[in-house]
């Protein structure tokens, strides 16, 4: 087995290192797509598989859990929340909020500091 070595002294999630990473997994993914249901399976996992890959590669000292939900635009809107009890000093959170004219994606990005 290959072993993993962090070169990474930072402290802290960048949460706009990983929005804009995952923003451009979603543009490639669902950029110029229309909403389409039976593509939706494999979306969602592409996007957090791409994202997840994405950030590991940066070689931080986090555990990360990505999720994704696509929606197809309506009339209801799409909400959605989430809470963590976490260090705040070292562990983050963010949220990407991408839409076109047929759908609506969210994609959350947890990130919690592995102490070693």
Do not use: P
């Not at 993993?4 to 999630?13: N, P, T």
């Not at 990473?21 to 909403?35: A, N, P, Q, R, T």
């Not at 997840?52 to 009339?75: F, N, P, R, W």
């Not at 959170?93 to 919690?112: D, G, Y």
């Amino acid at each position: 087995m290959e072993e993993y070595h962090r070169h990474c002294d930072e402290v802290g999630f960048n949460a706009e290192e990983a929005h804009n990473i995952v923003k451009e997994c979603v543009d490639g993914v669902l950029g110029g797509e229309d909403y389409d249901h039976n593509n939706i399976n494999q979306w969602t996992a592409s996007i957090v598989e791409q994202s997840l890959t994405h950030l590991v590669k940066l070689g931080k000292a986090y555990k990360y859990i990505v999720t994704c939900a696509v929606v197809q635009k309506s009339a209801y809107g799409f909400h959605t929340a989430s809470s963590c009890f976490w260090d705040t000093t070292s562990d983050g959170t963010c949220t990407v909020r991408w839409e076109n004219r047929t759908m609506n994606c969210i994609v959350n990005v947890f990130a919690i500091a592995i102490v070693l």
